[in-house]
């Protein structure tokens, strides 16, 4: 069996349910035809066909998202396709390494790469597969297996379903939104702890590491912040965090205060 390494799709995803609406309605992306000839993934499952083709189109959807943000890499480039995964029974997503927890945990992505679906996303909205399917895509295009801290593949994955989903910062995150308002304003990224199973309020992690993220791309450039996370992620040292974003972490706490302030005065 393959050990999950991502288990937090979860708790980002347990927010969006409040956005989407846990249980999905007809969905939108169904009346789309999928792609048959340039599929980026290949969806299966034991659950009716109707429900299957609507994940699949949602998937084709969320790579070209991913693709669009972050090229097609390794995973993609030569026309190659990833794997979803679909399960409507918990037993069967947890045999296959899906995370136990069933109170929090929506998707997982196995050291194979493959995204493994779990029950309560199978039935949630469209918008909300489309937004952890987005995530976990950009995990397997990024490479299942970082150097970095946590923080940098997480907010990597939710800062790319968050601007493909063209929500803004402050409808995704209230409840950093609400820490800022209550001048609880963080300096920087959560630390792994923060982004573990068992940590507390991991909601809120993962908004302030997406929120994180979005600060350095807005510093950098998409380019440079691209080039630089996956050089984290593969352990290289080059390009060098200070020499990308302007300053090291510590010296940014400031400007990163500053920054998310405003975006919450502004609405953004
Ligand atoms: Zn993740």
């Known amino acids: 069996m393959n050990r999950p390494l991502d288990r937090r799709a979860v708790l980002r995803s347990a927010g969006l349910f409040g956005l989407f609406g846990l249980v999905g309605g007809g969905s939108v992306l169904a009346a789309c035809a999928s792609e048959p000839a340039g599929e980026r993934v290949r969806v299966d499952g034991d659950v009716d066909r109707a429900l299957l083709d609507a994940i699949?189109?949602?998937?084709?959807?969320?790579?070209?998202?991913?693709?669009?943000?972050?090229?097609?890499?390794?995973?993609?480039?030569?026309?190659?396709?990833a794997r979803v995964r679909v399960f409507t029974d918990q037993a069967g997503f947890v045999a296959a390494g899906g995370d136990p927890d069933e109170s929090a945990v929506t998707a997982t992505t196995t050291q194979d790469g493959i995204v493994l679906v779990a029950p309560q996303l199978a039935r949630a909205a469209s918008g909300a597969r489309v937004f952890v399917l987005t995530h976990e895509l950009t995990h397997v295009r990024l490479g299942v297996r970082s150097a970095a801290q946590h923080w940098v593949a997480e907010g990597?994955?939710?800062l790319t379903a968050l601007d493909a989903s063209g929500r803004t910062l402050t409808t995704y995150a209230p409840t950093l939104v609400a820490r800022v308002k209550s001048a609880q304003v963080p300096?920087?990224?959560?630390?792994?702890?923060?982004?573990?199973?068992?940590?507390?309020?991991?909601?809120?992690a993962y908004q302030r590491a997406c929120a994180y993220s979005r600060f350095l791309l807005a510093r950098s450039g998409a380019a440079h912040y691209r080039a630089w996370v996956e050089a984290a992620l593969a352990g290289a040292t080059s390009p060098d965090f200070s020499g990308t974003f302007g300053g090291s972490p510590q010296?940014?706490?400031?400007?990163?205060?500053?920054?998310?302030?405003?975006?919450?005065?502004?609405g953004k």
Do not use: H, K, M, N
Request: charged share 20%; no cysteine; net charge negative.
């Open 156 to 158: 990597a994955a939710e």
């Open 251 to 266: 010296s940014l706490s400031a400007a990163f205060r500053q920054w998310l302030t405003g975006q919450v005065d502004a």
């Open 56 to 81: 699949d189109a949602e998937a084709q959807t969320a790579a070209r998202s991913v693709i669009d943000f972050w090229g097609p890499g390794a995973v993609w480039r030569g026309g190659a396709q």
């Open 187 to 204: 300096g920087g990224p959560p630390d792994d702890g923060e982004l573990s199973a068992t940590a507390s309020d991991l909601r809120s």
